[in-house]
């Protein structure tokens, strides 16, 4: 019993930090650099040849450091150097790799050269740590003497060399690994110089030897080559100026072989420690911490000192405050602690008590924290705005959209009947009043597939989808259901009849939404096929039905969606390519659409630089699938951002990931306020023991006059 | 009983297999090896080759249970079942599909949970009981009738309702404990606080009812009338002789979960941020990690016959009259 009570004063003892009560975090790290942010997903890659989803780049575009990187403050998106000293020189080559023109005709290879900002160094970690003869501390390590290491800090010793132009020549080397299945190397394939071949000497070495040590290097691959230690050439079949966004992308970051050596040894996969758990970067943070089921922890890379927050940006950045910081090496915190909040409402809350810097906004507290004017311009409540809360909007380079399916005899195919077909549901289906409804006015009604913000994408009336809108009063106003109703009518279905049969036309809509949230959308959309009398037919299935389904072109509607790789029309414009269809060609053009003139003006327009020349393309290839309606267009989700005021220098920015080395925070500002919110209310606790107390007792007494009765 | 418990475990063997088999075929007929490539290698830019290649590498490409292309026992052995399950019997659980250390992820997921569940576990039987034992002290009194309705209200809300009322009251207002998170060491006590407390409350209502009529039926019985006979106050009757024969129903419902406490709670870890098990196994059917699902289910059938065999042994404990034959 004794032993009990110990413990138990131990336990309170220790709970009792000197901090706040419901502070999450312990008191020692008051007042220090840290930036709180949460993540909802733990993710599944750390690897920079396999990770590609943007849970997993929230955390591996702080690690690592690829040649390139999108400004932080100006707009439209532009790519400045991170790792590279300067932008690539890109040279044409024709097919004997003579050097052409830039503005040749045919251009059958593109050189990237690339140079390195000299003395860039790696984090620390043991895969470096040199004995005192120089030979690496970690090499040929027994599995007993990895008995409790955990952790890359778990090693006594670590050490750091300078990045080279071979580390970024290696990492592309493993996007061909066969072990490894980097997502883009299909891309690359089609592109990098001798790309295919390479990986398919990789396989083949790989089935002689399949338990051995696959060396990258023993195998030729023309299209990468180091030139010296800070330059190395990337050469590309024909021209390819999407390339460039690949190369600010982690899937190009320098990979030090020593870390690959490292992590292949015996004992460590048993551990974890792999190269997809820790990984080994030359950015601005390192991860020191990682317990995806709790929390992880970036920190600081001693040795990052080759950056500095930009000194330029958009109009309205220095009032704003945002180049406050200019000059000053980057990044601006020591550590950044996410921790795994799988619900909402914790992360809201906990975000309002002032131990998260920011919060997205769910759509259970969006009437809390936003307020819409009538103009429709959101601002912060009063309740947030008393709290110091701000917050920042931005339009992501996403596109949420239904598709029809073009291999479909009754919606899909080219005939006058389905176009009409088309264009009547695309008017009926109001996106309006869904991201009214749905999204609580986060999004914007979709007029192509091109976003706000990408090249391509039109303003004001010029930019409207004339099949669904009119410009009326300086606003893009969707047509009258009249009109739906004559385009049905003249698709050979008046109101809503199939003239040949009699039949009402039906209409089946493929989806993995299921549950009480997502039904309230499906009864909406079917209302709106009610406003013309179409019967739409939701088919809910799973998540591997559906999409086998699509890959079968087994379907007649779906919703689908895309997030950008890179903010580059071509990104969007090629769903709806041909060559891309699913179920002729596995692509990404799900809806299977095909259109002659248009897949033709896609191949002039993909490689082309941003110009009048490639607008006026772009401007003909949206004319035509506005007119062919194989989408009902959807909308662009937009983020809402909210910060407090001791976060600085937050602008949204959708393309980078590696944002928060340039996020500064006041500690003492964050803890005066979480001071001033969470003071404990300690009158319940009172009551309750009281009332316990006074139970008791009455208890007691209620025993002995039985007692006494007896 | 040593003879009895070497006869359940060999029992044992067969409904693990059983199980195993089960779970493999459940999961196969929902998911292909394809829908697990093409989830682990994500919807964007992936090739049929790199399925083709995912697979081979992680031993999917193999048929289910029958290798007609194989030799002798090859055509057993060499199939997606075979080496998927076999070595579990050793409790060699291998990888998760996207790489990770099963067996590791267990065993330092298992501690929050038991953080959780252990105390809940502890301090909700201790509590049951005694508010049980006080309603049946106070049997056919107001205290009485207020306990049983208390307990049916408490009985009829839902648990989702006690985590978001119980963060709400005591975390957002009264900022008294962490809404969510979790730290190692001691330092877990203040995190582990209310899901505790909110695990003991949303229990009482049916525990506490189902011990009361426990006690209730044992109220009545001959051996309570003479104690009463022989003097001892009702609290000792209760406490000294009842309890002590309620024990049997009471062990029934209760040694089977000591090895599932283990396996922790969904939703309790999932509102409160813990890195148990409890979201591991919904984690990966959601991911369609075969890996995982079966090592999961295979280690909460083992700790379910566990239970069961603790619960005979603790019987014989509560009972001398009990024997395992």
């Known amino acids: ?710 | 009983m040593i003879a009895y418990l070497i006869r359940r475990l060999l029992y044992a063997v067969p409904i693990l297999i059983g199980v195993n088999l089960l779970t493999f075929a459940l999961f196969f007929v929902v998911n292909t090896p394809d829908d697990m490539a093409r989830m682990q290698l994500g919807i964007k830019r992936v090739t049929p080759e790199a399925i083709r290649q995912w697979e081979q590498q992680k031993g999917y490409d193999k048929p289910l249970f029958y290798n007609r292309a194989a030799d002798g026992m090859g055509r057993i052995a060499d199939t997606i079942f075979w080496q998927k399950s076999a070595s579990m019997f050793m409790l060699d659980f291998g990888y998760s599909d996207d790489g990770r250390n099963i067996s590791r992820e267990i065993t330092t997921r298992m501690w929050p949970s038991l953080a959780i569940a252990l105390p809940t576990f502890l301090i909700g039987l201790i509590f049951y009981v005694n508010f049980a034992l006080v309603m049946t002290l106070f049997r056919a009194t107001l205290l009485d009738r207020v306990g049983v309705a208390l307990c049916v209200v408490l009985m009829s809300i839902s648990s989702l309702f006690y985590i978001i009322g119980g963060q709400f009251l005591i975390s957002k207002l009264w900022h008294l404990v962490p809404i969510s998170g979790y730290a190692g060491g001691l330092n877990s006590f203040r995190f582990v606080v209310l899901p505790v407390v909110i695990g003991v409350v949303s229990g009482i209502g049916s525990s506490s009812r189902w011990y009361r009529t426990i006690f209730l039926e044992e109220m009545g019985k001959d051996y309570v009338r003479t104690a009463r006979a022989k003097g001892l106050s009702e609290p000792g009757v209760l406490f000294a002789h009842v309890l002590k024969n309620a024990m049997i129903p009471i062990l029934t419902g209760v040694v089977v979960v000591i090895p599932l406490l283990f396996m922790g709670s969904l939703l309790t870890e999932s509102f409160f941020g813990i890195p148990g098990l409890g979201s591991y196994t919904i984690d990966a059917i959601n991911a369609q990690d075969f890996s995982i699902v079966r090592a999961m289910v295979f280690l909460g059938s083992l700790l379910y016959i566990a239970g069961l065999m603790l619960t005979d042994i603790s019987y014989t404990m509560a009972d001398p009259r009990v024997r395992l034959s």
């Not at chain 1, 010793?157 to 980097?182: E, K, M």
């Not at chain 1, 809509?509 to 499906?522: I, N, P, V, W, Y």
């Not at chain 1, 009902?632 to 937050?650: A, D, M």
Request: aromatic share 12%; with cysteine; proline share 7%.
């Open chain 1, 1 to 710: 019993m004794k032993r009990l009570a110990a413990y138990l004063t131990m336990l309170l003892l220790a709970a009792c930090d000197g901090g706040l009560w419901n502070n999450p975090y312990p008191a020692r790290d008051a007042g220090r650099s840290i930036l709180y942010t949460a993540f909802t997903e733990r993710p599944k890659h750390l690897d920079p040849a396999e990770a590609y989803s943007e849970n997993e780049y929230a955390f591996l575009a702080n690690i690592y450091a690829p040649p390139l990187q999108y400004h932080y403050l100006k707009r439209p998106y532009q790519l400045v150097p991170l790792a590279a000293s300067e932008m690539p020189l890109v040279t044409y080559q024709d097919s004997q790799h003579h050097v052409l023109p830039d503005y040749a005709p045919k251009i059958a290879y593109s050189v990237y050269e690339i140079h390195i900002k000299p003395g860039m160094h790696y984090q620390p970690h043991p895969a470096f740590a040199k004995d005192e003869q120089g030979r690496p501390q970690y090499d040929h390590l027994a599995p007993a003497q990895l008995q409790g290491m955990h952790a890359p800090g778990d090693f006594l010793h670590s050490g750091t060399r300078v990045v080279t132009a071979a580390d970024y020549a290696y990492q592309i080397r493993r996007l061909a690994n066969p072990l490894l299945h980097a997502p883009i190397y299909g891309v690359m394939s089609e592109y990098i110089l001798g790309f295919k071949d390479y990986a398919q000497a990789l396989q083949d070495a790989l089935k002689k030897n399949p338990e051995g040590h696959l060396d990258l290097a023993a195998y030729p691959l023309p299209g990468v080559e180091v030139v010296d230690d800070t330059t190395y050439r990337i050469t590309i079949r024909g021209k390819y100026p999407q390339f460039a966004y690949w190369l600010a992308m982690p899937f190009f970051s320098p990979m030090p072989e020593e870390a690959e050596r490292f992590y292949e040894q015996p004992g460590m996969k048993e551990r974890n420690l792999t190269l997809d758990w820790w990984p080994v970067g030359s950015g601005p943070y390192y991860l020191s911490e990682n317990n995806p089921n709790r929390r992880m922890v970036l920190t600081k890379n001693p040795y990052y000192d080759s950056e500095h927050y930009p000194s330029t940006g958009d109009a309205g950045d220095v009032e704003a405050g945002l180049l406050h910081d200019a000059g000053k090496m980057l990044p601006l915190t020591d550590r950044v602690v996410f921790t795994l909040e799988k619900e909402t409402i914790p992360y809201w809350n906990k975000f309002l008590q002032g131990y998260y810097d920011a919060s997205g906004i769910s759509s259970d507290s969006f009437d809390q924290a936003v307020q819409v004017s009538t103009g429709g311009e959101a601002s912060v409540s009063d309740e947030m705005r008393k709290k110091g809360i701000t917050l920042s909007t931005s339009v992501a380079t996403s596109t949420l959209y239904t598709g029809f399916n073009w291999l479909d005899p009754v919606v899909g195919g080219s005939s006058e009947r389905a176009r009409k077909l088309r264009q009547a549901i695309s008017i009926a289906v109001d996106f309006e009043e869904f991201i009214s409804i749905f999204a609580n006015g986060r999004g914007v009604a979709a007029q192509s597939p091109i976003p706000p913000g990408i090249f391509g994408y039109r303003e004001g009336k010029a930019g409207i989808n004339p099949v669904v809108y009119d410009w009326v009063d300086g606003q893009p106003r969707r047509k009258p259901l009249s009109e739906a109703k004559r385009l049905l009518a003249e698709a050979g279905y008046p109101n809503g009849v199939d003239e040949r049969t009699h039949q009402p036309l039906v209409i089946n809509l493929d989806t993995t939404s299921s549950g009480a949230g997502e039904k309230s959308r499906l009864d909406w959309l079917r209302k709106q096929f009610n406003k013309i009398n179409v019967q739409l037919v939701v088919r809910s299935t799973d998540y591997n039905r559906f999409q086998d389904k699509i890959r079968r072109g087994d379907t007649q509607m779906f919703y689908y969606g895309w997030n950008a790789d890179y903010p580059d029309p071509e990104n969007f414009l090629f769903l709806l390519d041909g060559a891309q269809g699913k179920v002729a060609h596995g692509g990404e053009n799900a809806s299977n659409y095909s259109n002659p003139e248009y897949d033709m003006l896609f191949e002039k327009m993909k490689n082309m630089e941003n110009g009048p020349e490639r607008l006026a393309i772009i401007d003909r290839m949206l004319e035509i699938i506005r007119n062919d309606a194989p989408w009902l267009w959807g909308y662009h989700p937009k983020n809402y951002v909210l910060q407090h005021s001791w976060l600085y220098n937050v602008k949204p920015n959708v393309m980078a990931n590696n944002k928060l080395k340039y996020w500064r925070v006041d500690p003492k500002l964050r803890t005066r306020y979480q001071a001033r919110w969470n003071q404990p209310v300690l009158l319940p606790l009172w009551l309750g023991g009281a009332a316990l107390l006074a139970f008791v007792i009455w208890m007691w007494r209620a025993l002995q006059k039985r007692d006494e009765t007896r």
